[in-house]
């Protein structure tokens, strides 16, 4: 019923279309898996204390990022001071340039600037997040 020129223009199209199938397979396959924040990240609370007024409290918390990971960007209802402790982390605040912190190197990140922090380093990084902070508020707002 097909002539054999629709025969064969069909069987190419098959051909390649199956070619590029699993080309793209194998592409995904050896692909290295993105590790997921929530996988990646590990947060171990330390500190929680009033700060003698009616609406601010401090929050100390140490996060491990698995190599590679960033957290999701996010904001603080009040100021946050992270200093590493170890590993090297780029730090992205909204509106200025990317910097980069290694091991005994802090920062400030006013309230309500949203931010994304990565670990670029080959190992595990470990930050220490001091927050003064708005009671009653989630400590930690995402943004898309």
């Known amino acids: 019923?097909?002539?054999?020129?629709l025969r064969l223009a069909v069987l190419t199209a098959?051909?390649?279309?199956?070619?590029?199938?699993n080309s793209q397979a194998q592409e995904i396959q050896s692909a290295p898996?993105?590790?997921?924040?929530?996988?990646?990240?590990h947060r171990t609370d330390l500190v929680r204390g009033d700060l003698g007024t009616a609406d601010?409290?401090?929050?100390?918390?140490?996060v491990d990022f698995d190599p590679g990971v960033a957290s999701p960007r996010h904001a603080h209802p009040g100021v946050e001071v992270a200093y590493v402790i170890s590993g090297t982390f780029e730090y992205q605040l909204e509106g200025r340039a990317p910097v980069t912190l290694k091991a005994g190197d802090s920062l400030l990140i006013p309230a309500g600037v949203e931010h994304v922090a990565k670990n670029i380093?080959?190992?595990?990084?470990s930050e220490l997040a001091t927050y003064v902070v708005k009671k009653a508020e989630p400590l930690l707002i995402l943004k898309e």
């Not at 019923?1 to 020129?5: L, P, V």
């Not at 898996?33 to 990240?41: E, V």
């Not at 380093?121 to 990084?125: H, L, M």
Request: proline letters at 0%.
């Open 56 to 62: 601010r409290e401090v929050i100390q918390v140490r």
């Open 33 to 41: 898996a993105m590790k997921s924040w929530q996988q990646g990240l």
């Open 121 to 125: 380093g080959q190992d595990s990084g």
């Open 14 to 21: 098959l051909g390649v279309l199956a070619i590029a199938g």
């Open 1 to 5: 019923m097909f002539s054999s020129k």
